[in-house]
């Protein structure tokens, strides 16, 4: 089964080397195939004869048979074995790189290959140690066959004895008939004879005592050979198992080895060609990243042989494991059927025994028998002295030899048994024969089946290498061409990658003189850009100087057209929305303010939309310093001998007092206005000199009271001038000179201070009286004399809510119906005014009284509408509005300067 084997030896060794000396240096699968000869040698020499064996023997016919047995496996071993020899002869750098994975492949292979034949060879020894268990068998047999022939002939031999014993118990029988059926007369010629017969039966029992000792003696030499074969059978059968068993132990190694080989061969080797293809993957990676997709390719292609070689192998090995069960089977059975016959044997031997007990028995009888001689011839003795004695001692003669015949017939009896039972124990021999026979072809069959199968399994072994061998070399080829096609690509993309490190050059000092020259072009253009900045900035400078001198003109313009028309100059300013969200309900404001036309506001109201145009609306992000520059010309008019008032009207928490007083950091009109008309009488110092006067009233359920009077709740009242002069006059009025912007302060503070104030529903902090600052300016014109008297009236009126809304009560209702009144009286006389009615209605209410010489005729008035953003104030927001619409139609003609003419003339 191993002609590769030879082939394989003779190509291995050199051929100047033909003893073999260099077998050291050989791979083991070339120091294998001698054992293997050995083996095959072997087993052949049970079935061959001699004259084959020599032949086989033969180096020459050896080398021609192997010779035409030129399997792939061969060719396969053979290149793997120049592969293994020429791989020391490469140079160091071709040793330093890693096998190819083909070689790794075939090696495994072969490895596999090696313990393929190991395991063949261990049949081999198996298949030996059946042969020599067969031999054993059949000498075995040989011995049961000549013991069963010994025994045979022993048991003839005693049917023999047997026959002649009952042919001389016949004869005695016959005697002591005739003794006992004849007379005494008779006696007598019988008596000559007598002696002879008992001669003969001593003879006779003589003869079968010797025959009994020989067959003793043969017997006990039977039994020893017995004994001795049965000592050897044991010694055999248990070198035997101990051999089965180290077989067992071997097959298991075996099969634990070819499941290593079968793991090895599924995982480590794929691992390791995966290994050896990622770092072919990761140099050529590092050569150029290109071929990646190439290399993937390769492992991708590299990785469908194995499977193929897997799958068949793992076929091969199935059919090994099956063949090697059923060979377990065949040699189970044939223990059993060993046990089987040692159990026949056993009932043999046990039968043998039990015939050896009863023929020890018959001696035993037969030496009683042998030793009844005496006791026969002194009774014979006995018969010729004394007949009567005689007589009676035949009687006791015949009965004994009647029991003795009863004994004789029991014996035959058990031997026809014995008989039958040998005859039984023949056929069962017989039918143990055959099933031996049977057997042994069965196994014979199994064996050749085996036989078939292994040589199946060879050629298809055969066929699987060189189908793998050729698939190998196709996978070589394949991968020699994609090898071809990358070297020379990467020999075409060499120059491509100088090209590119030439241009990577070029750019990365191009990107380095970039940077120096980006710096440079920055720095140039942030240059350019501020002199453009500049030149822009000094435009708007002029443009800004222009447009300021523009408004400056539009504003002395309108100021004049106002002064000229005389009219109310009306100025609205919104509130922006309080942090108090539950009182004034969403953010979302009914009011809107034109951005492009700061004169226009409109107000939805009842599902319209409401415009007002007004001198000019603040928005509520307007700062206090935004209101009062609009103020300042006329505030600042009063210097120069104008009666100006001021006044803020609106509806609780719209903004007044914010707007009049403002706080401490953000200042209103009425600091504003002192700080700016002292500026000027600072500026105008050494030309002028000015006299200022202050008082500040409450008007509160139409009751004057003085703010700064060291007794607040003293009621004043309101009184023409005695002078003539037709001016009002409030009797008991502080009207304190001040001589600094400090003093102003704090004599705002102490009327602050006494102001009435008391919380409503509608604010917290809510003012229910007018308040009245009033600034007497008088400033005498120190070149020429002149004297001018101003006047200003800033004005913080009460709110002008509804009653109703307010929710007062008692006595806030009175106060609320008074602000009413007053308030009316306002509208009344703004109507008048406005009508250019002969009669004014200044008297209807103290307010309006006390704001005649500001309201009326030649006076410089403005009016502050507060409104408030929120949605809930709507109604409040568009009253005030249409008051102010009503009002800036009011011409008071042109305003006129109180000067009176010094007495210096220019
Ligand atoms: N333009 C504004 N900017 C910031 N806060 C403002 C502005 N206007 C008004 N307020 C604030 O709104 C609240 C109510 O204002 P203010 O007291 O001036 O209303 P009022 O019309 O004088 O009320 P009353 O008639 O009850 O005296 C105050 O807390 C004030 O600070």
Not at 124 to 136: D, S, T, V
Not at 719 to 733: A, E, I, T, Y
Not at 829 to 845: E, M, T, W
Request: aromatic residues 4%; negative net charge.
């Amino acid at each position: 089964q191993q002609p590769p084997a030879g082939d394989i030896q003779h190509q291995g060794q050199l051929p100047d080397d033909p003893a073999g000396k260099n077998k050291k240096k050989q791979p083991p699968q070339a120091q294998l195939w001698p054992e293997l000869d050995d083996l095959e040698s072997s087993s052949d020499s049970d079935g061959v004869s001699n004259s084959e064996t020599e032949e086989d023997d033969d180096p020459e016919s050896r080398c021609l048979l192997l010779q035409d047995v030129n399997s792939p496996l061969t060719e396969f071993l053979a290149f793997k074995q120049e592969a293994a020899m020429g791989r020391p002869s490469a140079g160091p750098e071709e040793s330093a790189k890693p096998p190819s994975p083909l070689l790794v492949v075939m090696s495994h292979l072969i490895t596999f290959l090696e313990h393929y034949s190991q395991m063949q060879r261990l049949q081999g020894k198996a298949q030996e140690y059946r042969n020599q268990l067969r031999q054993e068998e059949r000498r075995r047999r040989k011995q049961l066959r000549t013991l069963r022939g010994a025994y045979r002939q022993r048991m003839r031999d005693k049917l023999s004895l047997i026959g002649s014993l009952e042919i001389v118990i016949n004869e005695q029988q016959g005697m002591l008939e005739r003794l006992q059926s004849g007379a005494i007369g008779q006696m007598l010629p019988v008596s000559p004879h007598s002696p002879v017969g008992v001669h003969k039966l001593v003879e006779s029992i003589s003869v079968l005592q010797g025959e009994r000792a020989q067959l003793r003696e043969e017997i006990g030499g039977l039994k020893q050979d017995i004994e001795e074969k049965e000592r050897e059978k044991e010694t055999l059968s248990c070198t035997l198992q101990q051999q089965i068993e180290e077989l067992k132990v071997k097959i298991q190694q075996r099969e634990e080895e070819l499941s290593q080989l079968r793991m090895e061969m599924g995982v480590t080797d794929s691992e390791k060609r995966i290994q050896n293809l990622s770092v072919e993957n990761e140099s050529l990676k590092q050569n150029l990243s290109v071929t990646q997709g190439l290399l993937e390719r390769m492992a991708t292609v590299t990785a469908q042989p194995p499977a193929h070689l897997m799958k068949e192998n793992e076929d091969l090995r199935n059919k090994v494991q099956h063949l090697e069960g059923s060979l377990q089977q065949k040699v189970e059975q044939l223990v059993l059927t060993k046990g089987q016959v040692d159990t026949m044997q056993w009932c043999k031997e046990e039968e043998i025994r039990h015939m050896d007990e009863k023929i020890q028995g018959l001696q035993l009888s037969l030496e009683n028998e042998r030793k009844k001689p005496p006791h026969v011839e002194y009774v014979t003795k006995t018969l010729e002295i004394e007949s009567p004695t005689m007589i009676r001692s035949m009687m006791e003669a015949e009965e004994r030899n009647r029991v003795l015949l009863s004994q004789i017939s029991c014996q035959g009896e058990k031997c026809q048994k014995l008989e039958d039972r040998l005859k039984e124990s023949e056929d069962l021999t017989t039918n143990l024969r055959v099933k031996i026979s049977s057997y042994e072809t069965e196994i014979e069959k199994l064996k050749h089946e085996l036989m078939e199968e292994i040589h199946h399994l060879e050629s298809q072994k055969e066929e699987a290498i060189k189908e793998a061998s050729e698939c190998s070399e196709q996978h070589l080829d394949h991968l020699k061409e994609q090898l071809a096609g990358v070297q020379s690509r990467l020999a075409s993309l060499q120059p491509l990658l100088k090209n590119m490190k030439t241009n990577y050059n070029s750019l990365r000092s191009q990107v380095k003189n970039f940077s120096q020259f980006y710096e440079m072009s920055i720095r140039e253009a942030k240059k350019q850009i501020c002199s453009a900045i500049t030149d822009v900035s000094e435009s708007n400078k002029d443009l800004l100087a222009k447009y300021q001198r523009e408004v400056q003109l539009r504003k002395r313009y309108h100021n004049q057209l106002v002064e000229l028309k005389g009219n109310i100059r009306v100025l609205c300013r919104v509130r922006p929305h309080s942090h108090n969200n539950e009182e004034e309900g969403s953010l979302t404001s009914p009011i809107t303010i034109d951005m492009n036309d700061d004169t226009r506001l409109s107000v939805f109201y009842k599902g319209k939309e409401k415009n007002f145009e007004l001198d000019k609306v603040f928005v509520p992000q307007a700062k206090q310093e935004e209101v009062f520059q609009e103020i300042e010309p006329m505030v600042m008019s009063c210097i120069n001998g104008y009666n100006v008032c001021i006044f803020a009207y609106g509806q609780t928490g719209s903004g007044k007092t914010y707007t009049m007083e403002g706080t401490l950091e953000n200042p209103g009109i009425n600091q504003r206005a002192m700080q700016a008309l002292y500026k000027e009488m600072e500026a105008r110092k050494g030309l002028w000199h000015y006299t200022v006067s202050l008082s500040m009233v409450e008007i509160y359920n139409e009751v004057i009271r003085d703010l700064l009077s060291k007794d607040p709740q003293e009621k004043l009242d309101i009184k023409l001038n005695p002078d003539g002069s037709g001016q009002l006059h409030v009797p008991g009025l502080t009207s304190t000179e001040v001589n600094s912007f400090r003093h102003i302060k704090k004599l705002l503070t102490l009327g602050k201070k006494n102001r009435a104030t008391f919380c409503t529903n509608m604010n917290e902090r809510s003012s229910r009286s007018h308040a009245l600052l009033t600034i007497n300016i008088s400033g005498k014109d120190l070149t020429t004399g002149t004297v001018t008297t101003g006047k200003l009236n800033l004005v913080d009126l009460a709110g002008s809510e509804r009653v109703c809304k307010s929710g007062a009560e008692g006595e806030r209702l009175k106060e609320a119906q008074n602000i009413n009144k007053s308030l009316l009286a306002l509208g009344e006389v703004i109507q008048a005014l406005r009508a250019k009615q002969g009669h004014i209605p200044f008297r209807n209410s103290k307010l309006t009284y006390l704001l005649q010489d500001s309201l009326g005729k030649g006076n410089k008035t403005v009016m502050m509408v507060q409104v408030s953003p929120s949605e809930g104030n709507v109604g409040e927001t568009v009253c005030s509005l249409k008051f102010a619409q009503r009002v800036c139609k009011v011409e008071l003609g042109p305003a006129s300067r109180r000067i009176d003419p010094g007495s210096i003339n220019i």
